[in-house]
Antibody
Framework: EVQLVESGGGLVQPGGSLRLSCAASGFIFSGYWMSWVRQAPGKGLEWVANINQDGSEKYYVDSVKGRFTISRDNAKNSLYLQMNSLRAEDTALYYC????????????????WGQGNLVTVSS | DIVMTQSPDSLAVSLGEGATISCRSSQSVLSSSNSKNYLAWYQQKLGQPPKLLIY???SRESGVPDRFSGSGSGTDFTLTISSLQAEDVAVYYCQQYYSTPYTFGQGTRLEIK
């Protein structure tokens, strides 16, 4: 069974930093594109970033470029999101997401989701 | 960025009746190289993460009941629920994965009438 467990969220002041982690199990982690998708309280879904199987390709939504960094450690079956210069508008539930296809060339089909980890940016 | 627009924002349907949700993209998500539409549908129930229902616009994910179907091509897509069940109450999102940043529609809330 695919399991994705996020951690590292919490309350942080504007301008601060947090590092989200996602522990993956139940599948061959190194074979899949992985993403972070967020959802502000009571709002819709926003794709944040993704990374390919070996970490050589990374893509971001414009609103986080230069502030957030996605990374992965295939030896530890873990995905990360380093978030710097946090703003109030970054407040959201952050989901760790696995793509659909093992070593697929197409990315972006969000097949499996974690339960999410809440990040609150407030003074 | 490709903008995804869903209609309606909310929908109330009687049990056993059909429901239709529309999704329009600001530019085509049909690939000329493989003739596939890069469009997915998700269901999000209250307090839960989203669940993938449909990808490639019309391919049903494993385990998804066949009352859910997707159709459309280019810029106009539809999610149809053929006979509404109580467990289908949720918010439904379309998403394009044709180009980054991947973008979602604003969501359609489906309720029982």
């Amino acid at each position: 069974e695919v399991q994705l467990v996020e951690s590292g969220g919490g309350l942080v002041q504007p301008g601060g930093s947090l590092r989200l982690s996602c522990a993956a199990s139940g599948f061959i982690f190194s074979g899949y594109w992985m993403s972070w998708v967020r959802q502000a309280p009571g709002k819709g879904l926003e794709w944040v970033a993704n990374i390919n199987q070996d970490g050589s390709e990374k893509y971001y939504v414009d609103s986080v470029k230069g502030r957030f960094t996605i990374s992965r450690d295939n030896a530890k079956n873990s995905l990360y999101l380093q978030m710097n210069s946090l703003r109030a508008e970054d407040t959201a539930l952050y989901y760790c997401v696995r793509d659909s296809f093992y070593y697929g060339s197409t990315a972006g089909i969000c097949n499996s989701w974690g339960q999410g980890n809440l990040v609150t940016v407030s003074s | 960025d490709i903008v995804m627009t869903q209609s309606p924002d909310s929908l109330a349907v009687s049990l056993g009746e059909g429901a239709t949700i529309s999704c329009r993209s600001s530019q085509s998500v049909l690939s000329s190289s493989n003739s596939k539409n890069y469009l997915a549908w998700y269901q999000q129930k209250l307090g839960q993460p989203p669940k993938l229902l449909i990808y490639w616009a019309s391919s049903r994910e494993s385990g998804v009941p066949d009352r859910f179907s997707g159709s459309g091509s280019g810029t106009d897509f539809t999610l149809t629920i053929s006979s509404l069940q109580a467990e289908d109450v949720a918010v439904y999102y379309c998403q394009q994965y044709y180009s980054t940043p991947y973008t979602f529609g604003q969501g359609t809330r489906l309720e029982i009438k």
